[in-house]
C-alpha cells in the first residue's frame, strides 16, 4: 500500500493533464497519482494514462465534488493530496503540506496569496468566506474555497456523504473537519494561471456561491445565524412597540408579527444545532 495518493479530478484537461501528472511521477515516484476523468470529451485519458497516471473514468460528467468523492473511495495511501489538473497548483508545494500533516494536522490546505491568478470578483467573495467562516469556528481561516489540499484519509472518508457532487466541496470538507474537532492548518502558496478554459461561470455560478454563505451556517453552527436574525426581528418589534405605544397607544399586530417570527426563528436555529450534532456523531 502507498503513504501518499494524488488525486487529480479533471473534466476536458487534455492540454495540461500531461505536464502535471509527469511533474507528480518525477517528484513523487513512490506516490498513487489518480486521475478521475469526469467525462471529459477530449484527450484527457490518454493524455494522464500516458504519463503514468492511473485513470478512473465517470461515464458522463458528474461534477468536481463527485469526481473527489470517487478518487477517495478508491485512493490507497493513508494520505490523500488534491489538487487541479489544471497547472494551477505547484507541486513543488506538496513536501510542505506532508511536513504539516507530519507534524500531527489532519487537513492541510494550500491558502492562497495576493497575487495568485484570479479574478476580483472571485478574490471578493473569497474574502467574504474566510471572513464569515472564521467568525464561525473562531478560528482563523485563510483559503476557505482552495482546491488544493492534504488530508488523512481515513478523516476525510467519515464526511464523504457530506461532500456536493459541485464545486464546493472545499469548504464542506473544511468547516467538517473543524465541526468534528479535528486539526486544521495552512501553507502558503501561489496559484499561477490555469491552462485552458476555466469551467466556473461567474454569473451562472453566482446564486451557487451565495449558498456557500449559508451551508458555512449549518455545517458547523446554524444557531450563530438564526440567533442574530432572531434577536435583530426582537429589538425591532420592541422599537416598534415603543413607537406605536406612544403615539397611538396601542400593541400592534406587527409588533405582534415580529415577536411571534423571532421567536419562531430562534427556536429553528436551536433545532438546527440539534440536527448538525447528529450529522457528526461518531459512529464508532
Known sequence: MKDVSI????????????????????LLPHAE??????GSLDDTQAAAEGAGA???????????????????RI????????????????PMD???????????????????????????????????????????TGHKIEDLTSGFRAVRASKFREFLYLLPNGFSYPTTSTMAFFRAGYSVSYVPIHAAKRIGQSHIRLLHDGARFLLIIFKIGTLFSPLKIFAPVATAMFLFASGWYAWTWAHEGRFTNMSALLYTGSVITFL?????????????KDER
Not at 497519482?33 to 469526469?38: G, R, S, T
Not at 478512473?56 to 460528467?61: A, E, G, K, L
Not at 473569497?126 to 472564521?134: E, H, I
Request: proline share 3%; glycine share 12%.
Open 94 to 136: 506538496i513536501p510542505r503540506l506532508l511536513e504539516k500533516i507530519a507534524q500531527g494536522h489532519d487537513m492541510v490546505v494550500g491558502a492562497r496569496q495576493k497575487g495568485s491568478q484570479a479574478s476580483l470578483g472571485r478574490g471578493f467573495a473569497n474574502s467574504l468566506y474566510n471572513r464569515l467562516a472564521s467568525w464561525m
Open 75 to 90: 485512493a490507497m495511501g493513508q494520505v490523500i493530496i488534491f489538487m487541479d489538473a489544471d497547472g494551477q497548483h505547484d
Open 7 to 26: 488525486v487529480l479530478p479533471a473534466k476536458n484537461e487534455g492540454g495540461a493533464i500531461g505536464q502535471v501528472v509527469r511533474q507528480l511521477v518525477h
Open 33 to 38: 497519482v489518480i486521475v478521475v476523468n469526469d
Open 54 to 72: 492511473r485513470v478512473v473514468c465517470h461515464p458522463y460528467s458528474k461534477g468536481n465534488g463527485a469526481a473527489i468523492k470517487t478518487g477517495a
Open 268 to 280: 429553528m436555529g436551536l433545532i438546527s444545532e440539534q440536527i448538525t450534532a447528529l450529522m457528526y
